[in-house]
Each structure stands twice: as structure tokens, then as C-alpha cells.
T-cell receptor, first 113, second 113 residues
């Protein structure tokens, strides 16, 4: 199994809603990442987890709250988002934080109304 | 200013044509990735290079470390090759290589039948 899965594929939410994005991998990878990608722009790193601990937070607003409950699962909890947060949210994983290759999921396309 | 520059930004080709996409970066790197992203879709890793040349099917990637330049070539292009091709690099960061990927702006390729 060399796949990173993400659910849901699409999400529409209001600014007062609370929702969560889910990412899962069963490759035994110990590093997992959240990226945000706006239309026609390259992905931007948001968070890195290494061995279930938050290693990097790229100054992301607190309305985005990551969680890594176990080595296979990475969540991104969303609360009080703004319309400008609408984007494609990509999850990735790698064997370790120092590994050269990251495996990307298909992304969740988020629309905030 | 993005430290990773790609050219061209947009490319339209006829089926069967040989295609070249270029990537230049500004400082020393530990690895360079070529990624493919289909519209609305996730990212697929095509190549990871730290030197020389790699070939996979109709795709060839080369890197010149001294010139800080990499190229992605597609031979006998096909409409299914239509996608955004992204160059991403891992820079050396102080004490060693980092797994933070810095992405180029992408090249939108359209191959017409």
C-alpha cells in the first residue's frame, strides 16, 4: 500500500462551522505534512509532524488545528474559517522527516462561504 | 521572490512533440523533485534527483548541480500528459538538509491531439 488517502474530497463550510480533514497512510511513515494550495499557486507548507509530534508550524492561524492521534492518521481541524481559506489542502507523508521523498494525497478541496 | 523558478509558465504542444520544462534554483540543494498535478487532483512524484539523469518511460529528468538547473523532458507527448508540472527543491539549511520542500510556480502543459 503506497497510498496517502484524504477525506473528504470536497468540503463546503460556513464561517461558523467546525469541520475536520482527515489524512491516512499505511506505509509506516513517521513524518506527515499539511500543505495549502491556492489556485494556480504552488503548495505552501503548513505543518509537519514527526513521530506524532508537531515539528513545524509555519505561522498558521489558530483557526487551523492539526492533530496526529497515531502514526497513520493526521487530522486538520477547522473552525471559524474565512473565505480566503478556500483552497486545496494536501497531505503528504515520508518515511522520516529527513527522507527525501514525500508521498502526496489527492487533496481536499475546501470552499468557505 | 521565489527561490525556485520554472519556465515556461504555460506550454501548449501538439501530440507527439518533444517537450522540455526548465527549473532553476538559487542556492545549494540536497535534492530536486519533479511533481505532476492534474487539474483538481493531488500530486504525483515523478522523479527525485540529486545528480545526473533519470528516465521513466517517456519522461526524462536531468540536473546540473554546478549550473543549479534541472530539466524535465517528455518524449512523444500525449494529451494525457496535460497537467501542471512542479519543480520542488530541498535546500541545505544550516546544519544539514531539510525536508522542507520549496516549490516552483509550476508549468501548465496542454497537449492537443
Amino acid at each position: 500500500d503506497t497510498e496517502v488517502t484524504q477525506t473528504p474530497k470536497h468540503l463546503v463550510m460556513g464561517m461558523t462551522n467546525k469541520k475536520s480533514l482527515k489524512c491516512e497512510q499505511h506505509m509506516g511513515h513517521r513524518a506527515m505534512y499539511w500543505y495549502k494550495q491556492k489556485a494556480k499557486k504552488p503548495p505552501e507548507l503548513m505543518f509537519v509532524y514527526s513521530y506524532e509530534k508537531l515539528s513545524i508550524n509555519e505561522s498558521v492561524p489558530s483557526r487551523f488545528s492539526p492533530e496526529c492521534p497515531n502514526s497513520s492518521l493526521l487530522n486538520l481541524h477547522l473552525h471559524a474559517l474565512q473565505p480566503e481559506d478556500s483552497a486545496l489542502y494536501l497531505c503528504a507523508s515520508s518515511h522520516m522527516w529527513t527522507s527525501k521523498t514525500q508521498y502526496f494525497g489527492p487533496g481536499t478541496r475546501l470552499l468557505v462561504l | 521572490k521565489n527561490e525556485v523558478e520554472q519556465s515556461p509558465q504555460n506550454l501548449t504542444a501538439q501530440e507527439g512533440e518533444f517537450i522540455t520544462i526548465n527549473c532553476s534554483y538559487s542556492v545549494g540543494i540536497s535534492a530536486l523533485h519533479w511533481l505532476q498535478q492534474h487539474p483538481g487532483g493531488g500530486i504525483v512524484s515523478l522523479f527525485m534527483l540529486s545528480s545526473g539523469k533519470k528516465k521513466h518511460g517517456r519522461l526524462i529528468a536531468t540536473i546540473n548541480i554546478q549550473e543549479k538547473h534541472s530539466s524535465l523532458h517528455i518524449t512523444a507527448s500525449h494529451p494525457r500528459d496535460s497537467a501542471v508540472y512542479i519543480c520542488a527543491v530541498r535546500f541545505f539549511d544550516g546544519g544539514g538538509a531539510t525536508n522542507k520542500l520549496i516549490f516552483g510556480t509550476g508549468t501548465l502543459l496542454a497537449v492537443q491531439p
